[in-house]
């Protein structure tokens, strides 16, 4: 299976900053669209800061960039190296004034090399699933409203003070305590269906994207994937965002027809230098995964061995 990455970010148009991240095939973007081949195993992500003047945009780049050098296979305990960067932001953040406390919330899609694909959330970026023309959120939002809705204090977030309606309860950095990290398996093949496809965001996009408009996106013909997850950020800040917008859109393809539909250009001759580069940095993790592995059967053969060398010397 291959897969096909996208990602967009913009500061919006109120915001001085861009405090979001994404993690596109080991590769931080911050500022406007990237786009990568990929196989797996992989990440991709999207990171969106809290804090004041650079603090956010910090926290979330760490993040990114702390992920971007994980080496990532099934083997990869992903709950223990999250709350290891969930430190790193700490640390950072204690070593100055103005970035005391920094945090950024975190959704993550992760898929291993048997294809399995797993996703991870803190705070209140959104993973989405869009499959046979629906599309549906997979994660839980990590915000106070949420919480006292659940637990019956509120009927609608209308019943906060506005100050209260977004507020995280769990992010990556924060001081006082460690991240709810949420774990979710997919139960189906992710690139079973052909219109199978992952689309990870923050909140500034997807607080003003309806579902019916996420869904009229997703099956326009006429434009490449690119074009259309550029199209929903547009959207977005005319539908009234006030905050930084990013959305990482993830779809597996297997033919040079389904690549050429994805992207608008053909997938031999194409000489586009990010994707060379894409392509070449995807053949070098398949080497280190597949080096790893042949390391792994040698070790197990060789203790097999000795094994064998201490039962016939105990015979």
């Not at 869009?130 to 549906?136: E, F, M, T």
């Not at 050429?260 to 993790?285: H, R, W």
Request: net charge negative; with cysteine; aromatic share 8%.
């Amino acid at each position: 299976m291959n897969y096909y990455i996208y990602g967009y970010t913009d500061k919006g148009q109120y915001r001085l900053n861009n405090e979001d991240a994404m993690l596109v095939n080991r590769v931080t973007v911050t500022k406007g669209g990237y786009g990568s081949v990929c196989i797996a195993p992989f990440l991709a992500a999207v990171c969106d800061g809290v804090g004041g003047e650079k603090a956010g945009e910090l926290a979330s780049q760490i993040c990114t960039s702390s992920l971007a050098q994980l080496d990532y296979d099934s083997s990869v305990d992903l709950d223990s190296y999250l709350l290891s960067v969930h430190r790193k932001v700490i640390r950072a953040g204690v070593s100055a004034n103005d970035t005391v406390n920094m945090q950024t919330t975190l959704c993550m899609l992760a898929v291993d090399e048997d294809g399995t694909a797993n996703c991870y959330n803190v705070g209140d970026s959104r993973m989405y699933r869009y499959v046979n023309g629906s599309i549906r959120q997979l994660t839980t939002d990590q915000t106070y409203s949420r919480f006292l809705y659940d637990h019956g204090e509120i009927t609608s977030v209308a019943d906060l003070e506005p100050e209260f309606q977004n507020a995280i309860v769990s992010s990556i950095g924060s001081v006082l305590q460690e991240p709810d990290i949420d774990h979710l398996r997919f139960m189906s093949l992710f690139g079973e269906q052909p219109d199978d496809t992952v689309l990870i965001c923050s909140d500034g996009l997807s607080d003003f994207i309806t579902k019916d408009e996420f869904e009229i996106a997703m099956k326009i013909t006429s434009m490449t994937f690119a074009e259309k997850l550029e199209a929903l950020c547009q959207l977005a800040m005319r539908n009234g965002s006030t905050d930084n917008v990013s959305i990482v859109g993830i779809k597996p393809w297997n033919t040079p027809e389904e690549y050429q539909a994805l992207t608008g250009n053909p997938i031999y001759g194409n000489k586009d230098e990010a994707s060379i580069k894409a392509q070449q940095e995807c053949l070098a993790y398949e080497v280190r995964f597949r080096n790893a592995k042949l390391r792994e059967e040698s070790e197990d053969s060789l203790a097999g061995l000795f094994a064998d060398l201490e039962k016939f010397r105990d015979e």
